[in-house]
Protein backbone atom coordinates (compact mmCIF):
# COMPACT_ATOMS: atom_id res chain seq x y z
CA UNK A 1 0.00 0.00 0.00
CA UNK A 2 1.06 3.72 0.32
CA UNK A 3 3.62 4.52 2.75
CA UNK A 4 5.92 6.98 3.93
CA UNK A 5 9.40 6.06 4.94
CA UNK A 6 12.02 8.02 5.97
CA UNK A 7 15.93 8.16 4.47
CA UNK A 8 17.93 7.77 7.83
CA UNK A 9 17.26 6.41 11.06
CA UNK A 10 19.45 8.11 12.93
CA UNK A 11 20.99 11.41 12.43
CA UNK A 12 23.65 12.85 15.04
CA UNK A 13 24.79 16.74 14.94
CA UNK A 14 27.00 19.14 17.18
CA UNK A 15 24.63 21.92 19.32
CA UNK A 16 24.28 24.93 17.11
CA UNK A 17 24.81 23.00 13.67
CA UNK A 18 21.83 22.94 11.19
CA UNK A 19 19.83 19.22 11.09
CA UNK A 20 18.23 18.34 7.77
CA UNK A 21 15.97 14.78 8.40
CA UNK A 22 14.36 13.68 5.13
CA UNK A 23 11.33 12.20 3.86
CA UNK A 24 10.10 10.21 1.16
CA UNK A 25 6.57 9.09 0.21
CA UNK A 26 4.31 7.24 -2.34
CA UNK A 27 1.04 8.43 -2.27
CA UNK A 28 0.80 11.33 -5.45
CA UNK A 29 -2.39 12.43 -4.33
CA UNK A 30 -1.00 13.33 -0.75
CA UNK A 31 -1.96 16.85 -0.19
CA UNK A 32 -1.19 17.94 3.34
CA UNK A 33 2.14 16.63 5.24
CA UNK A 34 3.17 17.14 8.91
CA UNK A 35 6.27 16.86 11.35
CA UNK A 36 6.08 15.53 14.35
CA UNK A 37 8.55 15.22 17.23
CA UNK A 38 8.29 12.53 19.86
CA UNK A 39 9.99 12.53 22.86
CA UNK A 40 10.93 9.18 24.87
CA UNK A 41 7.58 8.46 27.06
CA UNK A 42 5.29 11.66 25.57
CA UNK A 43 3.31 11.64 22.51
CA UNK A 44 3.74 13.30 18.55
CA UNK A 45 4.25 16.29 19.02
CA UNK A 46 3.20 19.31 16.27
CA UNK A 47 6.33 20.97 14.79
CA UNK A 48 4.73 21.90 11.45
CA UNK A 49 3.25 21.10 8.29
CA UNK A 50 3.28 22.37 4.66
CA UNK A 51 -0.23 21.83 2.09
CA UNK A 52 0.70 21.01 -1.11
CA UNK A 53 0.14 23.70 -3.26
CA UNK A 54 3.33 25.12 -1.38
CA UNK A 55 6.74 24.07 -1.47
CA UNK A 56 8.53 25.63 1.42
CA UNK A 57 7.21 26.86 4.97
CA UNK A 58 9.39 28.77 7.76
CA UNK A 59 8.29 28.23 11.23
CA UNK A 60 10.16 28.96 14.41
CA UNK A 61 13.79 27.63 13.67
CA UNK A 62 12.46 25.44 11.67
CA UNK A 63 11.90 24.57 7.95
CA UNK A 64 9.99 22.27 5.96
CA UNK A 65 10.34 21.84 1.98
CA UNK A 66 8.52 20.02 -0.40
CA UNK A 67 9.39 18.56 -3.96
CA UNK A 68 6.31 17.25 -5.59
CA UNK A 69 8.17 15.99 -8.60
CA UNK A 70 10.45 13.45 -6.44
CA UNK A 71 8.02 13.34 -3.74
CA UNK A 72 10.29 14.46 -1.22
CA UNK A 73 9.88 16.61 2.29
CA UNK A 74 12.18 17.19 4.71
CA UNK A 75 12.64 19.31 7.72
CA UNK A 76 15.57 21.51 8.31
CA UNK A 77 16.24 22.50 11.58
CA UNK A 78 17.99 25.74 12.66
CA UNK A 79 21.11 25.71 15.47
CA UNK A 80 20.15 22.55 16.92
CA UNK A 81 19.77 22.52 20.39
CA UNK A 82 19.96 19.35 23.18
CA UNK A 83 16.50 20.06 23.81
CA UNK A 84 15.60 19.04 19.85
CA UNK A 85 16.46 15.40 20.75
CA UNK A 86 14.02 12.76 20.17
CA UNK A 87 12.31 10.80 17.10
CA UNK A 88 10.83 12.74 14.32
CA UNK A 89 8.34 11.82 12.01
CA UNK A 90 6.95 12.72 9.19
CA UNK A 91 2.99 12.19 7.91
CA UNK A 92 0.79 12.38 5.06
CA UNK A 93 -3.05 12.51 4.72
CA UNK A 94 -3.53 12.06 1.39
CA UNK A 95 -6.12 9.21 1.34
CA UNK A 96 -9.31 11.52 1.50
CA UNK A 97 -11.43 8.07 2.19
CA UNK A 98 -9.57 6.95 5.45
CA UNK A 99 -9.20 10.65 6.66
CA UNK A 100 -5.90 9.10 8.32
CA UNK A 101 -2.60 9.89 8.87
CA UNK A 102 0.31 8.15 7.38
CA UNK A 103 3.77 7.75 9.35
CA UNK A 104 6.99 6.79 8.62
CA UNK A 105 9.02 4.71 10.89
CA UNK A 106 11.20 7.98 12.13
CA UNK A 107 14.40 9.27 12.43
CA UNK A 108 16.27 9.78 16.02
CA UNK A 109 18.19 12.99 16.23
CA UNK A 110 20.69 12.61 18.95
CA UNK A 111 22.41 16.38 19.40
CA UNK A 112 25.93 15.89 20.82
CA UNK A 113 27.09 18.90 23.24
CA UNK B 1 0.86 19.99 26.81
CA UNK B 2 -1.85 19.90 24.34
CA UNK B 3 -4.99 19.27 25.92
CA UNK B 4 -5.66 16.11 25.42
CA UNK B 5 -5.43 13.45 28.18
CA UNK B 6 -5.50 9.67 28.04
CA UNK B 7 -6.09 6.93 30.96
CA UNK B 8 -4.47 5.09 32.27
CA UNK B 9 -1.06 5.59 31.59
CA UNK B 10 -0.29 2.25 31.81
CA UNK B 11 -1.95 -1.08 32.12
CA UNK B 12 -1.07 -5.06 32.00
CA UNK B 13 -3.31 -7.41 30.46
CA UNK B 14 -3.62 -10.91 30.21
CA UNK B 15 -3.83 -13.20 26.56
CA UNK B 16 -7.78 -13.11 25.87
CA UNK B 17 -8.47 -10.25 28.43
CA UNK B 18 -10.70 -6.96 27.15
CA UNK B 19 -9.32 -3.45 27.81
CA UNK B 20 -11.11 -0.09 27.55
CA UNK B 21 -8.68 3.25 27.07
CA UNK B 22 -9.92 6.26 27.25
CA UNK B 23 -9.84 9.91 26.06
CA UNK B 24 -10.27 13.32 26.28
CA UNK B 25 -9.97 15.59 23.20
CA UNK B 26 -8.89 19.46 23.36
CA UNK B 27 -11.50 21.94 23.95
CA UNK B 28 -13.33 22.97 21.08
CA UNK B 29 -11.89 19.87 18.73
CA UNK B 30 -14.79 17.48 17.88
CA UNK B 31 -12.83 14.36 15.97
CA UNK B 32 -10.88 12.00 17.69
CA UNK B 33 -8.50 9.59 16.01
CA UNK B 34 -6.71 6.68 17.22
CA UNK B 35 -3.88 5.15 16.36
CA UNK B 36 -1.22 2.55 17.78
CA UNK B 37 2.42 2.46 17.52
CA UNK B 38 4.91 -0.72 18.56
CA UNK B 39 8.08 0.31 19.85
CA UNK B 40 10.35 1.61 17.33
CA UNK B 41 7.91 2.09 14.63
CA UNK B 42 5.73 4.98 13.85
CA UNK B 43 1.55 5.34 14.69
CA UNK B 44 -0.53 2.97 12.86
CA UNK B 45 -4.10 4.21 12.37
CA UNK B 46 -6.74 2.58 13.69
CA UNK B 47 -9.95 4.40 13.48
CA UNK B 48 -11.44 7.64 13.65
CA UNK B 49 -14.48 9.67 15.34
CA UNK B 50 -16.19 12.63 13.95
CA UNK B 51 -19.31 13.83 15.94
CA UNK B 52 -19.93 10.36 17.63
CA UNK B 53 -19.96 8.55 14.35
CA UNK B 54 -17.01 5.92 12.91
CA UNK B 55 -15.54 8.07 10.08
CA UNK B 56 -12.41 6.10 8.78
CA UNK B 57 -10.63 2.58 9.92
CA UNK B 58 -7.29 0.90 8.89
CA UNK B 59 -6.13 -2.19 8.88
CA UNK B 60 -6.89 -3.57 12.29
CA UNK B 61 -9.62 -6.36 13.00
CA UNK B 62 -13.32 -6.12 14.68
CA UNK B 63 -12.03 -6.95 17.84
CA UNK B 64 -10.77 -3.28 18.06
CA UNK B 65 -13.70 -0.89 18.40
CA UNK B 66 -14.53 2.33 19.71
CA UNK B 67 -17.33 4.72 21.15
CA UNK B 68 -17.63 8.90 20.88
CA UNK B 69 -19.45 10.77 23.53
CA UNK B 70 -21.42 13.68 22.80
CA UNK B 71 -18.92 15.12 24.87
CA UNK B 72 -16.75 14.35 22.13
CA UNK B 73 -14.65 12.06 24.74
CA UNK B 74 -13.38 8.66 23.33
CA UNK B 75 -12.95 4.94 24.20
CA UNK B 76 -11.20 2.37 22.77
CA UNK B 77 -11.79 -1.47 23.13
CA UNK B 78 -9.84 -4.45 22.29
CA UNK B 79 -11.43 -7.62 23.33
CA UNK B 80 -9.41 -11.18 23.42
CA UNK B 81 -5.96 -9.36 23.40
CA UNK B 82 -3.13 -10.94 21.96
CA UNK B 83 0.49 -10.44 23.03
CA UNK B 84 1.30 -8.61 19.69
CA UNK B 85 -1.41 -5.83 20.97
CA UNK B 86 0.92 -4.47 23.55
CA UNK B 87 1.70 -1.12 21.98
CA UNK B 88 1.91 2.66 23.09
CA UNK B 89 -1.88 3.50 22.12
CA UNK B 90 -2.41 7.24 21.06
CA UNK B 91 -5.19 9.72 20.82
CA UNK B 92 -5.41 12.36 18.93
CA UNK B 93 -8.04 15.42 18.16
CA UNK B 94 -8.14 18.00 16.33
CA UNK B 95 -11.61 20.16 14.44
CA UNK B 96 -12.15 18.19 11.34
CA UNK B 97 -9.22 16.12 9.31
CA UNK B 98 -6.31 18.49 9.53
CA UNK B 99 -3.85 19.18 12.58
CA UNK B 100 -3.74 16.28 14.76
CA UNK B 101 -3.17 16.94 18.51
CA UNK B 102 -1.86 14.17 20.22
CA UNK B 103 -2.41 13.09 23.86
CA UNK B 104 0.40 11.39 26.30
CA UNK B 105 -0.42 7.78 25.01
CA UNK B 106 -1.57 4.59 27.25
CA UNK B 107 1.02 1.76 27.62
CA UNK B 108 -0.46 -1.49 26.86
CA UNK B 109 1.81 -4.72 27.86
CA UNK B 110 0.03 -8.01 26.85
CA UNK B 111 1.36 -11.15 28.57
Known amino acids: GESVGLHLPTLSVQEGDNSIINCAYSNSASDYFIWYKQESGKGPQFIIDIRSNMDKRQGQRVTVLLNKTVKHLSLQIAATQPGDSAVYFC????????????FGSGTRLQVQP | ETGVTQSPTHLIKTRGQQVTLRCSSQSGHNTVSWYQQALGQGPQFIFQYYREEENGRGNFPPRFSGLQFPNYSSELNVNALELDDSALYLCASSSGQREQYFGPGTRLTVT
Open chain 1, 91 to 102: AENGDTGRRALT
